[in-house]
T-cell receptor, first 114, second 110 residues
Framework: DTAVSQTPKYLVTQMGNDKSIKCEQNLGHDTMYWYKQDSKKFLKIMFSYNNKELIINETVPNRFSPKSPDKAHLNLHINSLELGDSAVYFC?????????????FGPGTRLTVL | AQSVAQPEDQVNVAEGNPLTVKCTYSVSGNPYLFWYVQYPNRGLQFLLKYITGDNLVKGSYGFEAEFNKSQTSFHLKKPSALVSDSALYFCAVRDDDMRFGAGTRLTVKP
């Protein structure tokens, strides 16, 4: 059983387009996250959601907007894509917010902006 | 603010030899420390974590990590490396949020 899943796995698009990446977790977790991994493999947290409330936003451009229709889903919508948005985006989930809760990661979505 | 450092970009070991992947941390309070592994074209997989208690933490795939408060380190170790251990390893610290190190690429040669 897939714990954290993301679609699509690969996404190639033109500059200026709007795209969405979907994430679903079946672990019953309360918090979900989006991370960006750049070409040098550096991981940076973008957002986290706890019970439909945004609790972390790490200086991410407002072209990026997380949308959580329910506790099991956290989608990432990106407007006006730029070349620098090319990266691998990982979704993750954990039990509620702060504390030593393990985060479980999805397989990643490789976004390429041409 | 919390942070972690992985001083080595690359670690090479021969199969069967012990391996160490280094991590040092900086936090204002009690550290919650994690190790994750990333295989090519895959997401991060949880290996182990330190919360409190015994300084030697055992995790998946035969890995363990030693928490050293005086040296603010949390090095990942394995007594006998396998070729299949070759991957990218991330140390992370959790305070307000999760901060990952830059990653260390481990290559185990036959």
């Amino acid at each position: 059983d897939t714990a954290v899943s993301q679609t699509p796995k690969y996404l190639v698009t033109q500059m200026g387009n709007d795209k969405s990446i979907k994430c679903e977790q079946n672990l019953g977790h309360d918090t979900m996250y989006w991370y960006k991994q750049d070409s040098k493999k550096f991981l940076k947290i973008m957002f986290s959601y706890n019970n439909k409330e945004l609790i972390i936003n790490e200086t991410v451009p407002n072209r990026f907007s997380p949308k959580s229709p329910d506790k099991a889903h956290l989608n990432l919508h990106i407007n006006s894509l730029e070349l620098g948005d090319s990266a691998v985006y990982f979704c993750a989930s954990s039990q509620e917010g702060l504390g030593p809760h393990t985060q479980y990661f999805g397989p990643g979505t490789r976004l390429t902006v041409l | 603010a919390q942070s972690v450092a992985q001083p080595e970009d690359q670690v090479n070991v021969a199969e069967g030899n012990p391996l160490t992947v280094k991590c040092t941390y900086s936090v204002s309070g009690n550290p919650y420390l994690f190790w994750y592994v990333q295989y090519p074209n895959r997401g991060l997989q949880f290996l182990l974590k330190y919360i409190t208690g015994d300084n030697l933490v055992k995790g998946s795939y035969g890995f363990e990590a030693e928490f050293n408060k005086s040296q603010t380190s949390f090095h990942l170790k394995k007594p006998s490396a396998l070729v299949s251990d070759s991957a990218l390893y991330f140390c992370a610290v959790r305070d307000d949020d999760m901060r990952f190190g830059a990653g260390t690429r481990l290559t185990v040669k036959p």
